[in-house]
């Protein structure tokens, strides 16, 4: 007797699948055992399998199943068959009206009438229907007759009513259960650990042991996975420090316009400080003017501020200016910053007064982190990613030893063989946009900016003139998106990440392919 459906054990299913082996091998899971779930199928042959008790292969096929329209054809017979019963009944035909009234649907009518001229079961005369002929076969009721009771029948017929909608296909997963070379009627108790009772009674020399499974997995370990960004990150952190950098505290996402632009040479009615560009604080609107908050900062910030008023206004320190009336109430509108160059600025203007006199020492500094720019969200551009900054101050630096540079500094990501191009920025001259040839893309891409800082930029700091000072910067988001073949960022940030492709992401090597 079959077990009842969903109500079986595997306790209770392993006695009676070695029954039906015992007299019969093999077996068919769905003949044997047809009202019973494929899961506990599945647990009790898993189990007897681990024992060599049995063999399963799993079979899959397809087979039909009739839908609600075809069980009603199935009982009262096709549309068409109904309709030439219903005109053969009346001897002199029946009128369309009349028809739909014998038939009882209207559906089955229009349907069952089509299908009924189309096998010259019927023909119109006058404005009457009639019968041209005394009986039928009803080949489509016998056809879905055999398909209820053998689940399947001729391709062709398949495909035929699967078009008129009367049966679906449905995948069918069984198994093929034969005795394996432990067979046996009983489930012999297995021992999982050899304990102190069974070495004292020597029970343990008849004992049957389960064997340890090697292959089996370790319990999944829900445990935290580093983002792509963070481990592309991690990755020039260590080139950086590897090259003698060190870096800057970046941990302040909203500047002042001072900071973000002026103190950067950048004009006031520059297009980047525009509503289109640029995200403003609406409350508060504006910052403090800049000064000490440490102590033992000595430096004078009232002094710094006003060499960048003259540098824009009227110019100094050699230069012209841009000859426009300098606001400062615009200098200290607070703004979410656009680019780390706002923390370089501090930092450099901080470097000013380490010198021994007057002489500054060579620094190189870097930052890694978030800004933020008003553009449209598209598969290459969000509101805010990372920005890849560094800054090399010494003497005697030239734009040739800066090229040279960042051959070396790519280089150590693997990217080879870099072509320059002139550029513009308002902090830099002169400025370079660098490129480099995408195997995979097959064409030539950007993938950093750099330049000298203007002298208007480091000479209000006090800085002296012969300090020469390198920047350089990139996204963090480019080379990740290259390395992991991300074609898109909004799959890299924002909440259409997927979290299952984060944890399983593999490390990176910036030098290696």
Same mark, same amino acid.
Request: one cysteine or more; glycine letters at 8%.
């Given at each position: 007797?079959?077990?009842?459906?969903?109500?079986?054990?595997?306790?209770?299913?392993?006695?009676?699948?070695?029954?039906?082996?015992?007299?019969?091998?093999?077996?068919?899971?769905?003949?044997?055992?047809?009202?019973?779930?494929?899961?506990?199928?599945?647990?009790?042959?898993?189990?007897?399998?681990?024992?060599?008790?049995?063999?399963?292969?799993?079979?899959?096929?397809?087979?039909?199943?009739?839908?609600?329209?075809?069980?009603?054809?199935?009982?009262?017979?096709?549309?068409?068959?109904?309709?030439?019963?219903?005109?053969?009944?009346?001897?002199?035909?029946?009128?369309?009206?009349?028809?739909?009234?014998?038939?009882?649907?209207?559906?089955?009518?229009?349907?069952?009438?089509?299908?009924?001229?189309?096998?010259?079961?019927?023909?119109?005369?006058? @404005?009457?229907?009639?019968?041209?002929?005394? @009986?039928?076969?009803?080949?489509?009721?016998?056809?879905?007759?055999?398909?209820?009771?053998?689940?399947?029948?001729?391709?062709?017929?398949?495909?035929?009513?699967?078009?008129?909608?009367?049966?679906?296909?449905?995948?069918?997963?069984?198994?093929?259960?034969?005795?394996?070379?432990?067979?046996?009627?009983?489930?012999?108790?297995?021992?999982?650990?050899?304990?102190?009772?069974?070495?004292?009674?020597?029970?343990?020399?008849?004992? /049957?042991?389960?064997?340890?499974?090697?292959?089996?997995?370790?319990?999944?370990?829900?445990?935290?996975?580093?983002?792509?960004?963070?481990?592309?990150?991690?990755?020039?952190?260590?080139?950086?420090?590897?090259?003698?950098?060190?870096?800057?505290?970046?941990?302040?996402?909203?500047?002042?316009?001072?900071?973000?632009?002026?103190?950067?040479?950048?004009?006031?009615?520059?297009?980047?400080?525009?509503?289109?560009?640029?995200?403003?604080?609406?409350?508060?609107? /504006?910052?403090?003017?800049?000064?000490?908050?440490?102590?033992?900062?000595?430096?004078?910030?009232?002094?710094?501020?006003?060499?960048?008023?003259?540098?824009?206004?009227?110019?100094?320190?050699?230069?012209?200016?841009?000859?426009?009336?300098?606001?400062?109430?615009?200098?200290?509108?607070?703004?979410?910053?656009?680019?780390?160059?706002?923390?370089?600025?501090?930092?450099?203007?901080?470097?000013?007064?380490?010198?021994?006199?007057?002489?500054?020492?060579?620094?190189?500094?870097? @930052?890694?982190?978030?800004?933020?720019?008003?553009? /449209?969200?598209?598969?290459?551009?969000?509101?805010?990613?990372?920005?890849?900054?560094?800054?090399?101050?010494?003497?005697?630096?030239?734009?040739?030893?800066?090229?040279?540079?960042?051959?070396?500094?790519?280089?150590?990501?693997?990217?080879?063989?870099?072509?320059?191009?002139?550029?513009?920025?308002?902090?830099?001259?002169?400025?370079?946009?660098?490129? @480099?040839?995408?195997?995979?893309?097959?064409?030539?891409?950007?993938?950093?900016?750099?330049?000298?800082?203007?002298?208007?930029?480091?000479?209000?700091?006090?800085?002296?003139?012969?300090?020469?000072?390198?920047?350089?910067?990139?996204?963090?988001?480019?080379?990740?998106?290259?390395?992991?073949?991300?074609?898109?960022?909004?799959?890299?940030?924002?909440?259409?990440?997927?979290?299952?492709?984060?944890?399983?992401?593999?490390?990176?090597?910036?030098?290696?392919?």
């Amino acid at each position: 007797m079959a077990p009842a459906a969903g109500n079986t054990s595997t306790e209770d299913l392993i006695p009676q699948i070695l029954q039906a082996l015992s007299k019969s091998d093999p077996i068919q899971s769905t003949e044997a055992f047809p009202q019973v779930p494929f899961e506990s199928i599945k647990a009790a042959l898993d189990r007897l399998a681990s024992r060599s008790m049995v063999t399963y292969e799993q079979v899959e096929r397809e087979e039909a199943i009739l839908e609600p329209e075809a069980e009603t054809i199935v009982s009262h017979g096709s549309h068409e068959a109904r309709v030439f019963e219903a005109v053969r009944k009346a001897m002199s035909g029946l009128s369309i009206q009349e028809l739909e009234k014998e038939v009882g649907d209207k559906t089955v009518t229009k349907l069952g009438s089509g299908k009924a001229f189309k096998e010259k079961w019927i023909k119109k005369d006058g @404005s009457n229907i009639v019968a041209l002929v005394d @009986s039928i076969n009803d080949v489509t009721r016998e056809q879905l007759r055999t398909i209820q009771e053998k689940r399947t029948h001729e391709p062709k017929i398949l495909a035929d009513l699967k078009k008129r909608k009367l049966l679906k296909m449905q995948k069918i997963i069984s198994f093929k259960i034969g005795k394996g070379p432990k067979f046996a009627l009983e489930l012999v108790k297995e021992e999982t650990d050899l304990t102190a009772e069974m070495l004292a009674s020597g029970s343990w020399k008849s004992a /049957t042991f389960k064997p340890y499974n090697f292959k089996a997995l370790g319990a999944e370990q829900n445990a935290g996975a580093l983002h792509p960004l963070n481990k592309v990150r991690s990755e020039f952190r260590q080139i950086f420090f590897e090259m003698g950098f060190t870096e800057m505290p970046t941990n302040q996402f909203v500047e002042s316009g001072f900071w973000n632009f002026d103190a950067l040479y950048v004009p006031q009615q520059h297009p980047a400080r525009d509503l289109q560009d640029t995200f403003y604080i609406s409350d508060p609107k /504006t910052a403090g003017r800049p000064k000490a908050v440490d102590p033992e900062d000595k430096r004078d910030y009232s002094e710094y501020l006003e060499n960048v008023k003259q540098v824009h206004q009227n110019g100094k320190f050699g230069s012209i200016g841009y000859r426009y009336p300098w606001s400062e109430e615009e200098s200290l509108r607070l703004v979410l910053r656009t680019h780390t160059t706002s923390v370089s600025a501090a930092v450099l203007h901080k470097l000013a007064l380490q010198g021994v006199n007057g002489r500054v020492p060579p620094a190189r500094y870097f @930052s890694i982190d978030r800004v933020f720019r008003n553009e /449209t969200v598209d598969a290459t551009h969000l509101c805010e990613f990372h920005q890849v900054e560094g800054v090399i101050a010494d003497y005697g630096l030239t734009l040739g030893g800066l090229m040279e540079f960042m051959d070396v500094f790519f280089g150590k990501m693997g990217v080879k063989n870099l072509m320059y191009k002139p550029a513009y920025n308002p902090y830099t001259e002169p400025s370079m946009e660098i490129f @480099s040839y995408h195997e995979g893309l097959g064409k030539l891409i950007e993938i950093g900016n750099s330049g000298m800082f203007r002298p208007e930029m480091l000479e209000p700091m006090g800085l002296p003139k012969d300090l020469k000072v390198f920047g350089f910067g990139l996204s963090l988001e480019r080379p990740t998106m290259i390395k992991y073949g991300i074609s898109n960022i909004r799959e890299l940030l924002g909440h259409g990440v997927d979290l299952n492709a984060i944890q399983k992401n593999p490390a990176v090597r910036l030098d290696k392919n």
